[in-house]
């Protein structure tokens, strides 16, 4: 996955403590989703979503970061369209600081084996409060197609994702 390019304008009149609190941050990662009950063909009802990952961030002045995240939540859909998503990202990152995410939208499209899912939210807590979030998820076929249609559907799968904050 190639790396983000951050276009982010200077903040004047801010201390450098606040202005690295409200900086634009873009960010790469891989992430392990499990849900429950597993995703089948059935479009009825939703599944909790739960997932763990890792970020590759860099901030508006190019200073790079790692932060570790989980996220919980519910979706509906099914395993061949996820309809919508609800839940709340925690991020932590490698200097300390936290970021709270709340997502309350997410289409998705699936082509060829991909499910890739668009995610728009809000900063609600921590670096960040306030801002705009906006994450692009694309999950990694990990099971067999017929897993969607017999026993308990499809509980677990990895992903790609992009998450971007700006103010």
Do not use: F
């Not at 996955?1 to 606040?18: F, I």
């Amino acid at each position: 996955m190639s790396s983000l390019v951050l276009l982010a304008g200077t903040v004047a009149g801010v201390p450098a403590a606040q202005a690295h609190d409200h900086a634009a941050m873009d960010c790469t990662g891989q992430e392990n989703i499990t849900y429950g009950p597993g995703l089948g063909l059935s479009s009825a009802g939703s599944a909790k979503v739960t997932v763990d990952g890792t970020y590759h961030c860099t901030d508006a002045s190019g200073h790079g970061i790692t932060a570790v995240y989980h996220t919980e939540g519910e979706t509906g859909g099914s395993c061949l369209l996820l309809s919508w998503n609800r839940s709340k990202e925690i991020l932590h990152y490698a200097d300390g600081a936290t970021t709270v995410i709340a997502y309350q939208a997410g289409p998705s499209v699936r082509v060829a084996g991909i499910n890739t899912a668009l995610l728009k939210g809000t900063v609600v807590g921590g670096r960040g409060k306030g801002a705009a979030a906006e994450k692009i998820i694309q999950t990694v076929p990990g099971s067999l197609p017929t897993d969607c249609v017999i026993g308990e559907g499809i509980r677990h799968t990895t992903a790609l994702t992009r998450l971007s904050i700006h103010p």
